[in-house]
């Protein structure tokens, strides 16, 4: 299922009401302010400086798993050029090429080259990552999101979109190390398909935000969507 047959999933369910989780609020040595992340990561390390992405920077892929992380892939550069108006190209790359400097890197677990980079950082990839979880890491010159599946890196990406913000002419990812991952296999949201707004618009904002709020099961009242019998559905309509 591509993400446009998705899209028009959304709309024949109508909305869902959206509901609250815990923000995680970090201060930030840059600016003073606070980070707020939704959900709250497992553990969080904020260290000093951050990642700047510039008109240079490219959003690297490992070969082997381009069709299912293209998606993480397209979202995040979506959100970057919504956000500062560039446009970074999405390479597909050895997974030997995955600790790269000066780009955003979309990896997995099983590279060890990969592991070895993180755990030198303080990230250790352990069984409580499992196939939800991910690994992030930015400093002046890496910003590495990784994960042992396409779900997992999906998730990832979301927390680094909440992340980023506006410096000057690029955007800024702070330095930070991440190690988070689900609470509970199933996460649900439910609704009544006869209250609205179910326009195509709205319902692009609406899980633009549910992406962000990790759920993986959706009921409509008679309709339901378990989204762990659909990879597609699991990765990109109910993320976590």
Not at 63 to 91: C, K, M, P, W, Y
């Amino acid at each position: 299922m591509n993400s446009r047959t998705i899209w028009v999933v959304c709309c024949a369910l109508s909305c869902a009401l959206l509901f609250s989780l815990p923000a995680r609020a970090i201060e930030s040595s840059d600016d003073g302010g606070q980070l707020k992340l939704m959900p709250e990561p497992k553990e969080v390390q904020l260290r000093g400086g951050g990642f700047r992405v510039g008109p240079m920077t490219r959003i690297l892929v490992e070969f082997g798993h381009q069709s299912e992380d293209r998606i993480a892939a397209e979202t995040l550069a979506e959100e970057i050029a919504d956000e500062s108006g560039l446009n970074l190209n999405i390479v597909g790359v050895k997974a030997t090429a995955g600790t790269e400097r000066r780009s955003i890197v979309l990896a997995r677990l099983q590279d060890s080259r990969v592991r070895k980079f993180l755990a030198a950082k303080g990230l250790k990839s352990d069984a409580a990552i499992g196939e939800q979880g991910y690994l992030l890491f930015a400093d002046k010159s890496h910003l590495v999101v990784a994960a042992n599946s396409g779900q997992g890196l999906f998730y990832g990406v979301q927390t680094l979109r909440q992340l980023l913000r506006q410096d000057g002419k690029h955007l800024l990812c702070p330095a930070i190390a991440i190690r988070d991952w689900p609470g509970r296999e199933r996460r649900g949201m439910q609704d009544n398909i006869s209250r609205g707004p179910s326009t195509p618009g709205f319902m692009d904002k609406f899980m633009d935000k549910v992406a962000n709020k990790f759920t993986n099961k959706f009921t409509n009242r008679q309709v339901q969507i378990d989204a762990q019998s659909d990879a597609a559905l699991q990765a990109n309509l109910f993320p976590r």
